[in-house]
């Protein structure tokens, strides 16, 4: 039986904060902050194993200019996979 593929508007995967990095231009001033997240996946976790079947794997890096956007390294984060209205 062949599955049938997902259409959706919609996809969601989590993600783990696996670095961040610090670029310093000034002396006070530690911005922008890289992020780098990679898809995780626990067998022993139900969640993950419903989310690894239909969802993405791989790696998001991302910098970060506003000081009030912080992400944790080891912390686990869902990232949301919306399309954008086209202009």
């Not at 989310?51 to 944790?72: C, M, W």
Request: proline share 9%; hydrophobic share 30%.
């Amino acid at each position: 039986m062949t599955e049938q593929p997902i259409v959706s508007t919609r996809v969601r995967a989590k993600f783990r904060c696996i670095s961040e990095t610090r670029t310093r231009h000034t002396p006070d001033q530690d911005l922008p902050v890289t992020y780098r997240f990679q898809a995780m996946y626990d067998a022993g976790l139900p969640e993950d194993e419903r989310l690894a079947k239909y969802t993405p794997s791989g790696h998001v890096e991302i910098q970060v200019d506003n000081p009030r956007v912080e992400f944790t390294p080891g912390q686990d984060y869902y990232l949301d996979f919306t399309p954008a209205a086209q202009q």
